[in-house]
C-alpha cells in the first residue's frame, strides 16, 4: 500500500510541474502559435473545479497540487492572450 | 455531496478533454514550436503513473479517465518529436 500511494504522489506531482517548463518555455519565446487557447481555457477552469472541489472534501493535496497548477497554467493562458 | 461528486467529475471531463483541442491543433497546424517537449515527456510520464495507480485500487475513473489524456497527450508528443 505505501508503494501504492507512492506511485499516486509521484504521478502527482509529474502531471503537476510538468506545466512549469511549458510556462517557461511560453515565457522565455513569447511563441505561442503552437499554444491551443481552447486547451488552457478548458484546462484552467478544470483545475479551478478540481480545487473547489478538493476545498469541498476538505483534501489538503488535491487543493495544493492544483493550485500550483492552476497558477502554471493561467501563466501560459495569459502568455496565449497577450501573443497570440 | 451529489453536488460535490458532479463538480469532481465535471472537473475530470473538463482537464481529460482540454487536450483534444490541444492534439487537434498540433495536427492540423504542424506548429510544434511554442509546445514544450519536457512538458509533454513528464506529463505523459505522469499520466501513465496515475493509470498504474488506477489500476492498484482498482479505480476505473482513474483508469478511464487517465487512458483518454494519456492518447492524447502522447499524441502532442510524437507530433513534437517529428515536427520540432
Given at each position: 500500500?505505501?508503494?501504492?500511494?507512492?506511485?499516486?504522489?509521484?504521478?502527482?506531482?509529474?502531471?503537476?510541474?510538468?506545466?512549469v517548463?511549458?510556462?517557461?518555455?511560453?515565457?522565455?519565446?513569447?511563441?505561442?502559435?503552437?499554444?491551443?487557447?481552447p486547451?488552457?481555457?478548458?484546462?484552467?477552469?478544470?483545475?479551478?473545479?478540481?480545487?473547489?472541489?478538493?476545498?469541498l472534501?476538505?483534501s489538503?493535496?488535491?487543493?495544493?497540487?492544483?493550485?500550483?497548477?492552476?497558477?502554471?497554467?493561467?501563466?501560459?493562458?495569459?502568455?496565449?492572450?497577450?501573443?497570440?
Open positions: 500500500m505505501i508503494t501504492t500511494d507512492l506511485i499516486g504522489y509521484f504521478s502527482a506531482f509529474l502531471t503537476t510541474f510538468a506545466f517548463p511549458q510556462a517557461y518555455h511560453s515565457w522565455k519565446t513569447r511563441d505561442l502559435s503552437g499554444v491551443s487557447l486547451m488552457y481555457s478548458i484546462f484552467s477552469l478544470g483545475v479551478l473545479g478540481w480545487i473547489v472541489y478538493g476545498a472534501i476538505a489538503w493535496p488535491i487543493i495544493v497540487a492544483n493550485s500550483v497548477t492552476f497558477v502554471l497554467a493561467c501563466a501560459v493562458l495569459c502568455l496565449k492572450l497577450k501573443h497570440r
